[in-house]
Every structure is written in structure tokens, then in C-alpha cells.
């Protein structure tokens, strides 16, 4: 008996094996399930029908069913559109630079000067912004930023005639700034947490200066931090819509205000949907040329 017992569990043995290995393949298969689905109906199937809808015309103020390419020649071949991509990429371009310019001193100071009993609670700090409403700040700065606003107050209380700082790079950036900031913050900080603090004293110690420590020891350490900052704020501002239209008064027009103008204009849904897609190709674009920096400084 105790030799068919033996048997018995000998030969259960490989398939139990097989039935935990077979598991171990489905079950992370099982959890990617439900992400995939959701994006397959909340994300591709608009975005296909957004590029289907490029090709329809417009009669009667309705958008209906055809195959034409007007759209796409009146929309690429408008000085208007051509402007507004221009400015659009200009004002995002500045706001990635100038954001992670000022977010990185600020990540280092939370990320090597602050005691860890304090660094949970400034990064709370700092998350609380992000989930804060974006369109009641940006309304907070157009009080701060308007002729009779606090600034101007606070100039007239000194003697000093009162600036219009609305309207213009300067308040857009102001928004950009206000949308972006917290989170580039954010990011900068959890890649300096990450480095190995040992090869900046080793720098050091070799006697290197502060300067040629943070130059060639620290950054490289965070690049693809640095790269995911600059490609965030990029993808928040380049699509933004709450910062050109309440505090730069949508002139110069950036390709969202530009959006919503168009199809105001006589219901223009798939020339609205063309300047869209080409958004989103922009965007995509963008986000590959950072990938491909991000492997070439992985392999060197």
C-alpha cells in the first residue's frame, strides 16, 4: 500500500506543479485585464472615432457621415492654425524649461537639506495643490494679477504706478506654473530620494566642488527624472485650456482655445477633431524623442 501510495503522489506531482506555473502566467494576466478594457472604451475607440470624424463634412450645422480631406487641407494650411501650434509649442517649451529650473533646487532642499520627520509632511503639502480645483487658482491669480488686484495694491502702496500683467507670456506662464509645479516638484524629489547618496561623498571626497558634485555626479543620477519633468509639464501645458483663457485672455490663441473657437464657428466638429489629432500627435512625438533620450543615456 505504501508503495501505490507513493506512486500515486508521484505521478500528482507534475500537475500540481503545473496547474501553480500555470497560475503564476494567468494571474498577472487577470489584473492586466481591466486596465486594458478600460482604455480599449474610454481611450481608443474615441480616439478612433475623433480621427473618423476628421474626415466628415458639415451640413446644415451637423456634422455628417463622408470621406473627404477639406478638413485636413483647411486646417494645416490656415495661418491661424499655423500661429497658434507655433505659440503653443513655444509657450510649452518655456514653461518645461522654467519649471524644472525652479522645481529642481527646490527638490534638492526637500530631498537633502529637510529631516526625514518633516519630508512626509511638505511632500503632503505638495499633493494637496494637485488635487486642489486648477480652474480656482488660475481665478486666484487673475485677482492677484488684475489692474485694481493685490500686486497692484501692494505697488500703489509703495508709490509705484499699477501694472496689467494679465494677458501675455507672463501670465500664461504664471498658470502654467501654478498647474505644473507641485508635480514636477514632486517628481524631482522622489528621483533625488532614489540616487545613491554614497557617490556624491565619494565626489567629494575626491575633491570635487559643490558645483562640479551637482554638475556631473547629480544630475546624470536623476536624468530620467529631469526628462520625465520636462515631458510632463509639456503634455499638461500643451493641452491646457484653463491658463490662455482666463488669464491671457486667449490672445495670442493656443491650439485648445483655438479648438473651441472653431467649433463655435458654424459647429466645425471635424476641424476641431483635426487640430486634435494633430495635438495628439504632437504630444506622442514628444513623448518618443524623450523615450529615446531616456534609453541612449540607459546605454551609455
Given at each position: 500500500?505504501?508503495?501505490?501510495?507513493?506512486?500515486?503522489?508521484?505521478?500528482?506531482?507534475?500537475?500540481?506543479?503545473?496547474?501553480?506555473?500555470?497560475?503564476?502566467?494567468?494571474?498577472?494576466?487577470?489584473?492586466?485585464?481591466?486596465?486594458?478594457?478600460?482604455?480599449?472604451?474610454?481611450?481608443?475607440?474615441?480616439?478612433?472615432?475623433?480621427?473618423?470624424?476628421?474626415?466628415?463634412?458639415?451640413?446644415?450645422?451637423?456634422?455628417?457621415?463622408?470621406?473627404?480631406?477639406?478638413?485636413?487641407?483647411?486646417?494645416?494650411?490656415?495661418?491661424?492654425?499655423?500661429?497658434?501650434?507655433?505659440?503653443?509649442?513655444?509657450?510649452?517649451?518655456?514653461?518645461?524649461?522654467?519649471?524644472?529650473?525652479?522645481?529642481?533646487?527646490?527638490?534638492?532642499?526637500?530631498?537633502?537639506?529637510?529631516?526625514?520627520?518633516?519630508?512626509?509632511?511638505?511632500?503632503?503639502?505638495?499633493?494637496?495643490?494637485?488635487?486642489?480645483?486648477?480652474?480656482?487658482?488660475?481665478?486666484?491669480?487673475?485677482?492677484?494679477?488684475?489692474?485694481?488686484?493685490?500686486?497692484?495694491?501692494?505697488?500703489?502702496?509703495?508709490?509705484?504706478?499699477?501694472?496689467n500683467m494679465l494677458g501675455g507670456t507672463f501670465a500664461l506662464q504664471v498658470g502654467y506654473l501654478t498647474l505644473c509645479l507641485p508635480v514636477v516638484v514632486l517628481v524631482?524629489?522622489?528621483?533625488?530620494?532614489?540616487?545613491?547618496?554614497?557617490?556624491?561623498?565619494?565626489?567629494?571626497?575626491?575633491?570635487?566642488?559643490?558645483?562640479?558634485?551637482?554638475?556631473?555626479?547629480?544630475?546624470?543620477?536623476?536624468?530620467?527624472?529631469?526628462?520625465?519633468?520636462?515631458?510632463?509639464?509639456?503634455?499638461?501645458?500643451?493641452?491646457?485650456?484653463?491658463?490662455?483663457?482666463?488669464?491671457?485672455?486667449?490672445?495670442?490663441?493656443?491650439?485648445?482655445?483655438?479648438?473651441?473657437?472653431?467649433?463655435?464657428?458654424?459647429?466645425?466638429?471635424?476641424?476641431?477633431?483635426?487640430?486634435?489629432?494633430?495635438?495628439?500627435?504632437?504630444?506622442?512625438?514628444?513623448?518618443?524623442?524623450?523615450?529615446?533620450v531616456s534609453r541612449k543615456g540607459g546605454g551609455s
Open positions: 500500500m505504501e508503495n501505490i501510495s507513493n506512486i500515486v503522489i508521484a505521478q500528482s506531482a507534475p500537475r500540481a506543479v503545473s496547474f501553480k506555473t500555470r497560475r503564476r502566467h494567468w494571474f498577472p494576466l487577470a489584473l492586466a485585464i481591466p486596465p486594458l478594457i478600460w482604455q480599449l472604451i474610454f481611450f481608443v475607440l474615441p480616439m478612433i472615432f475623433l480621427f473618423t470624424l476628421t474626415f466628415w463634412k458639415v451640413e446644415f450645422y451637423k456634422p455628417v457621415p463622408a470621406f473627404v480631406l477639406d478638413n485636413w487641407m483647411k486646417i494645416i494650411g490656415s495661418s491661424s492654425f499655423q500661429k497658434a501650434l507655433i505659440y503653443t509649442f513655444e509657450m510649452s517649451l518655456l514653461s518645461a524649461l522654467v519649471v524644472t529650473l525652479i522645481a529642481l533646487p527646490a527638490a534638492c532642499i526637500l530631498a537633502f537639506r529637510v529631516s526625514e520627520k518633516y519630508q512626509p509632511i511638505l511632500i503632503a503639502l505638495l499633493v494637496v495643490p494637485v488635487f486642489t480645483s486648477y480652474v480656482l487658482r488660475a481665478y486666484a491669480w487673475q485677482v492677484v494679477l488684475s489692474p485694481q488686484g493685490l500686486f497692484n495694491w501692494v505697488l500703489g502702496m509703495l508709490g509705484i504706478d499699477g501694472l524631482l524629489t522622489f528621483a533625488l530620494l532614489g540616487i545613491d547618496r554614497s557617490h556624491l561623498e565619494a565626489a567629494s571626497n575626491l575633491g570635487c566642488r559643490s558645483y562640479q558634485v551637482f554638475w556631473h555626479v547629480l544630475l546624470p543620477s536623476i536624468r530620467n527624472g529631469l526628462l520625465l519633468a520636462l515631458t510632463t509639464t509639456f503634455m499638461l501645458t500643451f493641452s491646457d485650456y484653463i491658463a490662455p483663457l482666463l488669464l491671457s485672455g486667449s490672445n495670442p490663441p493656443t491650439l485648445s482655445i483655438l479648438i473651441v473657437d472653431t467649433v463655435k464657428s458654424g459647429a466645425q466638429w471635424p476641424r476641431a477633431s483635426v487640430i486634435g489629432i494633430i495635438m495628439m500627435l504632437c504630444i506622442g512625438v514628444m513623448l518618443l524623442l524623450s523615450n529615446v
